[in-house]
């Protein structure tokens, strides 16, 4: 019975945690209407054909990240909302060649660290493009 209890509280803290994770990479969103209108904004400012290249590309970067944080805020809220287990999960992404290799056996904790490492790399990227245009525009 005392592990039953144990067992429950691990469970609901589990799903505590992929809830407020969903909750906080869903707003990405704002990043992702940042990065188009850096991207609207470096389109109509820069003319020199690699400028516009390399921001091209660092946007094609940008809107991966944000592909990929969409998608863990769902899993993440299907975690917290018991529709999908993790070892499921993992089952599912070795199934459907979405992983190069056997995920490791990873506690929900750790999945919610990687997922606001993957939140945290997009907002400083976003940070850096915006620097690197305002640089380019006002040293250009």
Do not use: W
């Not at 469970?11 to 969103?29: M, S, Y």
């Not at 904790?109 to 997922?115: E, F, M, P, Q």
């Amino acid at each position: 019975m005392i592990k039953n209890e144990a067992e429950e509280a691990k469970t609901a803290n589990d799903r505590a945690l992929a809830l407020v994770t969903a909750r906080f990479l869903a707003t990405h969103r704002l990043f992702f209407l940042l990065n188009l209108l850096q991207l609207a904004v470096c389109l109509r400012v820069f003319a020199n054909f690699a400028v516009i290249a390399g921001f091209l590309a660092v946007f094609a970067g940008l809107f991966y990240l944000h592909v990929r944080l969409h998608f863990d805020s769902l899993i993440f809220k299907d975690f917290a909302d018991e529709r999908l287990g993790q070892s499921e999960f993992d089952a599912a992404l070795l199934e459907l060649n979405l992983t190069s290799k056997p995920p490791k056996i990873r506690d929900m904790k750790s999945r919610c660290a990687g997922a606001l490492r993957l939140y945290k790399l997009t907002a400083a990227l976003t940070i850096v493009v915006a620097a690197a245009a305002l640089a380019g525009y006002y040293l250009g």
